[in-house]
């Protein structure tokens, strides 16, 4: 039981820990990898090299050591990690695991400071914050199993086919092995694809957004193929690899970022592959011939990264929605209507500022500039959502 006395002796800690930085996170992985190396098959790797899994760890350990009076402020990250989990089929057991090691580095990095009565009031406070996510994700995997053409864990799928959608996205079309229904999903959620290959060191499991509607019948996914210093290992894999035929297995759609159908105008935000679950809502809405407003804003490098762009302009001319896009690049006179130069104008744009509901996906900076920006004319925070690749992190 979580006492007051647990409580004060966590939150005085919070200081040493918010001192201690990243050397905090990097002694937990190393250990925890060094005596737990079956993990790597669950952990993505690559977040590892990039240190952006430490910088997220760390920013969750301090908001639950500063919040643990008041969890309920902790509830949208809770709930967004704990879907991120299910995509990796996290157990229960894993919590174990993370809590040793994290008592243990304390204990070794702290020594003599880490007193009986720290270590009992950690160890309990992780055991509450534990009991929080491995109940939330029971739920989740027993809705998810409950559903029509649902399961739980990992189902084999086929890919059915394979299509550029520009120079860097393509799209992958996936149908299950054993030819039953697939489990319907909300648009903007995002499914996990587990890829075993002789050219990994270890299993790699990543999450991409569906970025079709629903049908019962398949999945579709659209991946950048991530190059430059850190190359992204899976995308490459799935560009150059993967081929119409092969078998790759799939975890459950998911993800706390989708529509939802608030009956009032919407306005859809995205740059660069944040396009693919926004593509996923377009479709769903015209399909449910939606009767609100939407505004669809892009942005993206050039026109030849410009993913989808011929079927978001027929979907939009069909349904009399407003789109345009901004291109950070783009030869002279070559631009057309509903096309611009430059960042997104938000205040020389017509917005249902006070109506609205605001979707945005994209980079980290792009998602903070947009969310600034509405705010400075007037959008309430609780109207603008949001969805980050990768680690969780807060804009």
Not at 308 to 332: D, G, I, P
Request: charged content about 20%; some cysteine.
């Amino acid at each position: 039981m979580l006492t007051k006395q647990h409580i004060d002796i966590v939150k005085s800690t919070s200081t040493i820990i918010e001192q201690g930085g990243s050397a905090i996170t990097e002694h937990f992985y190393a250990r925890m990898f060094r005596e737990n190396p079956e993990l790597k098959h669950i952990f993505n790797m690559s977040n590892q090299h990039t240190g952006r899994q430490k910088v997220a760890l760390f920013e969750a350990i301090l908001a639950y050591a500063k919040n643990i009076d008041n969890l309920s402020a902790l509830k949208a990250a809770v709930e967004r990690i704990a879907n991120k989990h299910t995509s990796f089929h996290i157990q229960a057991a894993h919590y174990d695991i993370v809590g040793h090691h994290l008592i243990e580095t304390f204990r070794e990095l702290l020594g003599a400071d880490f007193t009986p009565n720290i270590e009992d009031a950690w160890t309990t406070a992780y055991g509450v914050l534990a009991d929080i996510f491995i109940n939330r994700e029971a739920d989740i995997y027993q809705e998810n199993a409950n559903k029509i053409g649902g399961w739980k864990g990992k189902r084999a799928f086929r890919l059915a086919s394979k299509t550029a959608e520009s120079s860097l996205v393509t799209s992958f079309v996936f149908m299950p092995v054993d030819e039953q229904a697939v489990a319907d999903f909300r648009p903007g959620q995002y499914l996990g694809i587990e890829i075993s290959s002789e050219q990994f060191e270890h299993t790699e499991i990543r999450q991409y957004s569906l970025s079709d509607k629903p049908n019962g019948k398949s999945y579709r996914i659209s991946v950048k193929r991530e190059l430059g210093e850190h190359q992204g290992k899976v995308s490459n894999y799935l560009h150059d690899e993967l081929n119409e035929g092969d078998v790759v297995d799939l975890h459950a759609p998911v993800g706390d970022f989708y529509f939802t159908d608030k009956q009032s105008p919407v306005v859809l935000i995205s740059a660069g592959v944040g396009v693919t679950p926004m593509q996923s809502m377009l479709e769903f809405k015209s399909d449910i011939k939606y009767p609100h407003p939407v505004t669809y804003l892009h942005a993206c490098e050039n026109v030849q990264q410009h993913s989808f762009a011929m079927r978001t302009a027929a979907l939009c001319e069909q349904n009399k929605w407003t789109h345009h896009t901004w291109f950070r690049e783009v030869e002279a006179n070559t631009l057309q209507q509903n096309q611009s130069v430059g960042l997104i104008d938000f205040a020389h744009i017509e917005l249902p500022k006070q109506t609205g509901h605001f979707y945005l996906c994209g980079p980290v900076g792009f998602m903070k500039f947009a969310k600034t920006e509405l705010e400075k004319l007037g959008v309430c925070s609780s109207r603008i959502h949001y969805e980050v690749f990768g680690p969780h992190a807060q804009l």
